[in-house]
């Protein structure tokens, strides 16, 4: 349709002074003709020259988008990113996490992953938008493939109209599914990083641990030197792993240093004490031939006794309320049964199979005997401290050993000497020796000699006897109450095997007692004792890349450029022109012999029913019904 514009000018209010007017006239022809002229020269070359500025760098513009520039920088930038994204991964994997001012390791991925996905979206929009003139140019199409193509270039609802519409007739496709899969790269490169805690050292904070190649302490003699009192340090320490029912062990845990909660120390050897055991029930010898005498309850009833070879004795009346049910006692060790070169007096125990003082005694076949030893060794373990819980695990353990005057050592400390070959591995220097002197072991000797013997006598239900020796030193009594009554920590047992659960308490108390005795002796100070050094611990949270969360970004770009070379191929053999996601040539593309302008409602549903071609006539293209 032409436009209709009327020539005639409005009519304006004429003055009606015609002297005034022509010389108004003639004063305005006269008096500025040649600036007129001049003004009116320069602003046509002022505008020729603007317009040949713009129509340059239209030129220019034109030429970058026809040659696809825009687009390859962008899928070029996007590669960049992606790999700078690797690079920081790879430079942060195993590291601990970065302490920056004011941005943080996720933020970074995080502005990478987006500008990589954004460049590469615009590669596949402009691809994907290119490729509609393509579709339409190779032959006659579906008019509604325009708006399922438009569609797929502007978000993923439409890349999947896609690629249900074109079942993977055309290329078009990859591009459609990366504009899918790109939903899932920012969640994909965020799932890359993981984190987890470690230990890290801290050279601000110490970790110290008690530890001992020798030990010689004893108290004073007694008796005229006829024995030697056992350091009071030891007697204690064995004394609470007996009486003090403390789950935690204190008795047990040498004293140690960590200021970070939590230390580690490399292989340590150190000489220590354990607690070996074997049953002794074959060598019982019971007799029940006597009989309970006249003058006594039970008179005439038998009276039974069980006995070892070393003379550790029990006795019953056979399923009677009076008996002797536990008997306990510390012998030479040329009188033990199995540990006959123990260092220290074997302990020897007899008791009744499941032992219960609330009923009558057992019968003749329900008694069972132990016996047990306690070793000076040496062992090499690794120690650790976490969350302010102490932990040990044995790496070797050497037994050997051998006294100074048998290899005639005359200049050295008289005692038991270790030698284990070993080496760093196990936390010592080849030739290192461990000792124990000779002060320490006639302490512990006399003490286990006294400590270590007695009898529960039960005379009636209702009266009890902690029989030991008269003249002993120590707390035998309180030792057979513990063992017959009493609940030792972690020996919830009621036969023989109660004294194996405690023998080895006392001796983790006396590898406490040996390991503290540099820490005691200068009187409980860290800075002066001498100790082993370990490493302070803090837990930092380090970095773990999961790169097979790179997988979808680096499938999404492939998929991207595939597109986007797919694409130039196609553009170029069709000889398409590059309008890509321009709306404007569909203004003008379109054509049906109307005059008439706007679009029909009725033309807009026809329009499903509609096959185009885009083609050249004469120069110009043409999208037509043909």
């Known amino acids: 349709m032409t436009a209709h514009q009327s020539t005639e000018s409005p009519e304006t209010p004429r003055s009606h002074s015609p002297s005034r007017n022509a010389r108004c006239e003639t004063l305005s022809q006269t008096s500025r003709p040649e600036a007129s002229n001049l003004t009116r020269g320069g602003s046509v070359a002022a505008a020729d020259e603007k317009e040949k500025g713009g129509d340059k760098t239209r030129s220019i513009w034109t030429g970058l988008s026809d040659w696809f520039v825009w687009e390859i920088l962008a899928a070029i930038l996007s590669a960049a990113t992606l790999i700078a994204l690797v690079v920081v991964l790879a430079k942060f994997d195993g590291t601990p996490q970065p302490t920056w001012k004011h941005v943080s390791l996720n933020t970074v991925i995080s502005w990478l992953s987006t500008i990589s996905k954004a460049c590469i979206i615009f590669v596949v929009s402009e691809a994907l938008g290119q490729l509609k003139w393509v579709w339409f140019a190779q032959k006659t199409q579906p008019l509604l493939n325009l708006r399922t193509f438009d569609s797929a ?96 062990r204190p008795w047990s845990i040498p004293q140690y240093a960590c200021g970070s909660s939590n230390c580690t120390w490399d292989p340590i050897a150190s000489l220590e004490a354990r607690a070996v055991c074997s049953s002794v029930t074959e060598y019982l010898d019971m007799s029940c031939d006597s009989k309970v005498a006249e003058n006594l309850t039970w008179a005439g009833q038998p009276n039974c006794t069980i006995t070892l070879p070393s003379n550790t004795t029990a006795w019953f009346i056979p399923y009677r309320d009076e008996y002797a049910s536990i008997s306990i006692a510390a012998v030479l060790p040329d009188q033990a049964l199995v540990y006959k070169n123990a260092t220290f007096p074997p302990i020897q125990m007899i008791a009744p199979y499941d032992f219960d003082p609330s009923v009558e005694s057992p019968g003749e076949g329900k008694w069972q005997a132990m016996e047990c030893s306690i070793e000076p060794i040496v062992r090499s373990f690794n120690a650790t401290v976490r969350d302010n819980v102490y932990r040990e695990e044995t790496l070797a353990v050497w037994t050997e050993s051998f006294f100074s005057w048998e290899r005639n050592w005359t200049s050295v400390t008289t005692g038991l000497y270790f030698q284990p070959p070993w080496g760093s591995e196990f936390g010592i220097s080849r030739d290192s020796q461990f000792m124990l002197g000779s002060s320490a072991i006639m302490g512990i000797t006399d003490f286990f000699n006294s400590l270590f013997y007695g009898q529960f006598f039960l005379q009636t239900l209702n009266s009890v006897v902690f029989k030991t020796r008269e003249s002993s030193i120590y707390a ?98 069709a000889q398409v022109p590059k309008w890509k996601n321009d709306p404007i040539p569909l203004l003008f593309l379109y054509q049906d012999g109307s005059e008439k302008r706007g679009v029909s409602l009725d033309k807009v549903h026809r329009a499903n029913n509609l096959s185009m071609r885009l083609y050249e006539d004469d120069k110009n293209m043409v999208l037509a019904n043909t």
Request: charged share 15%; aromatic share 10%; net charge positive.
């Open 153 to 248: 270039s502007r978000g993923f609802y439409g890349s999947a109209e896609l690629i249900w519409t074109l079942r993977c007739r055309h290329f078009a496709i990859w591009g459609g599914l990366a504009a899918i899969l790109a939903l899932g790269f920012d969640p994909f490169t965020q799932n890359l990083l993981h984190y987890y805690p470690n230990m890290v050292e801290n050279t601000s904070q110490r970790a110290l641990l008690a530890n001992a190649s020798l030990y010689d302490t004893a108290g004073p003699p007694t008796a005229h030197a006829a024995l030697v009192w056992v350091d009071p340090v030891l007697k204690a320490n064995v004394y609470s792993s007996l009486f003090n029912n403390d789950q935690s």
């Open 476 to 573: 035998p009594s309180d030792l057979i109450q513990a063992m017959s009554l009493g609940n030792i920590t972690g020996c919830d047992v009621r036969s023989v095997e109660k004294l194996e659960c405690a023998m080895k308490n006392v001796a983790q108390a006396m590898s406490k007692t040996f390991r503290d005795s540099a820490y005691v002796e200068v009187n409980s100070e860290l800075s002066r004792a001498n100790m082993t050094v370990g490493r302070a611990m803090t837990s930092v949270s380090y970095i773990q890349v999961r790169w097979e969360w790179i997988v979808l970004p680096g499938l999404v770009w492939v998929l991207g450029v595939g597109t986007l070379a797919g694409t130039i191929w196609k553009t170029r053999r």
